[in-house]
């Protein structure tokens, strides 16, 4: 168990210390924890609208932050070129998101051509009722998007490494919502990047 916790926090460390130099894209990823905790409440009663939640606008803030404002010059924090952090990426790297999100945008024109989806669930009658097949199929495709990967890992790397990435990614909007909830004030400060202060500790 102790080796679990530990590799679970050098996870969430090397991607804080790789992949949120931003504070525009810790902003970003606070706004999206919230929405994602919002979501886990909300899927226990509706699932549908609870995958409306986290793919509208917890990733959609989440990826825009990655995209849109992380640096991909030399990181001089870590002595380590843009190249060698997407090789070393446990989770989705910026080649693997770009997949994915083209999968998430896509199931909304798959269901406006097929709105049975070649017969394999019955054909909404009104708006209100394709935006909630969208949200199921947006949940689909975001549970497979995690077990996928988690079995992916297993085999690639090791049994433990693809758990604790798993565990990371459910758990990332907990840890996000208290990492990043003083982002939004450092940017207010005009403070574009973070130090990193803590790297530098280390």
């Given at each position: 168990m102790?080796d679990f916790v530990q590799?679970?926090?050098?996870?969430?460390?090397?991607d804080?210390?790789?992949?949120?130099?931003?504070r525009?894209?810790?902003?970003?990823?606070?706004?999206s924890?919230?929405?994602?905790?919002?979501?886990y409440a909300?899927?226990?009663f509706?699932?549908?609208?609870?995958a409306?939640?986290?793919?509208?606008?917890a990733?959609?803030t989440?990826?825009?932050?990655?995209?849109?404002f992380?640096?991909?010059g030399?990181?001089t924090?870590?002595q380590a070129t843009?190249?060698?952090?997407?090789?070393i990426?446990v989770?989705?790297n910026?080649?693997r998101k770009?997949v994915l999100?083209?999968?998430?945008?896509?199931?909304?024109?798959?269901?406006?051509?097929?709105?049975?989806?070649?017969g394999?669930i019955?054909?909404a009658g009104d708006?209100?009722g394709t935006?909630?097949?969208?949200?199921m199929?947006?949940?689909?495709?975001?549970?497979?998007?995690l077990?996928?990967?988690?079995?992916h890992l297993?085999?690639i790397r090791d049994?433990?490494t693809?758990?604790?990435w798993?565990?990371k990614?459910?758990?990332d909007p907990f840890?996000d919502?208290?990492l990043y909830r003083?982002a939004?004030l450092h940017?207010?400060?005009?403070e574009?990047?973070?130090?990193m202060h803590?790297v530098h500790?280390?």
């Open positions: 102790n590799a679970l926090r050098v996870q969430r460390w090397d804080h210390r790789y992949y949120h130099h931003s525009i894209n810790q902003s970003l990823h606070f706004v924890a919230l929405s994602f905790l919002v979501a909300v899927l226990w509706d699932p549908a609208i609870a409306l939640i986290a793919w509208l606008l990733m959609t989440r990826q825009a932050g990655h995209f849109f992380e640096p991909r030399y990181d924090v870590n843009h190249e060698h952090k997407e090789d990426k989770g989705y910026l080649r770009v999100m083209a999968v998430w945008a896509l199931a909304p024109v798959a269901l406006l051509l097929d709105p049975t989806l070649m394999l019955e054909p708006a209100i935006a909630r097949q969208i949200g199929a947006w949940l689909v495709i975001g549970v497979a998007g077990v996928l990967r988690t079995v297993c085999f049994v433990q693809g758990l604790v798993m565990t990614i459910l758990t840890n919502a208290w003083r939004p940017l207010l400060r005009g574009l990047i973070d130090p803590a500790r280390r």
